[in-house]
């Protein structure tokens, strides 16, 4: 199963639901809470090509984008593959 980063902040219902779709699946992933510390926000930035929004998710080296772009992903029956790589 690929790696699974996701970068969220508190208080943040698409961070949540994001997380609770992967949790759903039985998806272990790195979470990294930028709420306090602008380095980890600007690390998020430039790696997923200047997004600034709640959360950021990468699956393996794909950046998934944010918490809609992860359940289109699910909706066309493309997410579990691309966790399987």
């Known amino acids: 199963m690929a790696d699974v ?3 969220t ?3 943040c219902g698409f961070c949540t639901a994001a997380k609770r779709l992967l949790q759903k ?3 272990s ?4 809470d930028a709420t ?5 926000k600007k690390e998020m930035v430039q790696k997923a090509n200047g997004r600034s ?10 950046h998934v ?7 289109d ?6 997410l579990d593959a691309l966790l399987a790589a």
């Open 9 to 11: 902040r508190q208080l």
């Open 36 to 40: 306090f510390d602008p380095k980890l």
């Open 29 to 32: 992933f790195v979470e990294y």
């Open 25 to 27: 699946k039985g998806v």
């Open 65 to 71: 984008g944010g918490c809609d772009e992860l359940h």
């Open 53 to 62: 929004t709640f959360p950021q998710i990468f699956v393996g080296a794909t």
């Open 5 to 7: 980063v996701i970068y």
């Open 73 to 78: 992903l699910e909706r066309a029956g493309k």
